[in-house]
């Protein structure tokens, strides 16, 4: 796992990416509202579990935490009427993390992006939502992907791994975790309904 500095953008995730064995990759995004991601992460031997799990044929990145954007009133003119319905803001140095992944917000975070860049230079990427609810749940949703993509990778022959097949077979059964996960979500829910019913 590579802890991304300060001074690093995209061109430099970019470079490390070209020196992979698999051509898919990892980035971890938070911001400091989310206090049990960053208490998972900055745990070392919950870092160094990752990182055993990930291996050296994938890199996973984590960028220090984005700052949390807000809500603002317009200013409004003296002269006219308006609604006054809060906008919200994301601060600037959020927005180069968030624009390269088509997250809109730092609303829609913590998540875990899986991506690639393809042939034609344009990132394909699947989001998987973390759970910030303690630090044990919040390290498990991590283990969880990176588990997914890890047992994939290596059911691929090593003279395919460069190639965007390793990222639509790890789309694929993440893609079924979360569909199950959905199932049994709603499973639950069905049965408290019931339990209220009868």
């Known amino acids: 796992m590579i ?43 919950l870092w160094s579990e ?4 990930s291996g050296a044929n994938w890199p996973i990145f984590s960028v220090k935490p984005l700052s949390e954007g807000r809500y603002e009133l317009p200013k409004s003119n003296r002269n006219s009427s308006q609604m006054l319905v809060p906008i919200w803001k ?24 899986t991506f690639i860049w393809k042939d034609n230079d344009e990132i394909e990427q ?19 992907v990176v588990s997914i993509i890890s047992e994939t990778e290596e059911l691929i022959l090593p003279e395919y791994k460069r190639t965007e097949n390793v990222f639509r077979n790890v789309k694929a ?21 019931k339990e209220l019913f009868t």
Request: proline fraction near 2%; hydrophobic fraction near 40%.
């Open 90 to 113: 994301e601060p600037n140095e959020n927005k180069e993390f968030l624009s390269v992944f088509s997250l809109n917000e730092s609303k829609d975070l913590p998540c875990f992006i």
């Open 173 to 193: 059964n993440i893609e079924a975790r979360i569909a199950k996960h959905s199932i049994i979500r709603n499973l639950k829910t069905v049965l408290r309904l």
């Open 50 to 53: 990752l990182d055993e799990i």
């Open 3 to 45: 802890e991304l500095k300060k001074e690093m953008g995209i061109t430099q995730i970019r470079e490390i990416s070209e020196h992979t064995v698999a051509r898919i990759f990892g980035f971890i995004m938070y911001t400091r509202r989310h206090a049990y991601i960053i208490k998972a992460l900055r745990d070392n031997d």
């Open 126 to 144: 699947i989001v998987w939502k973390l759970s910030n609810k303690n630090k044990e749940e919040a390290f498990n949703s991590i283990r969880e």
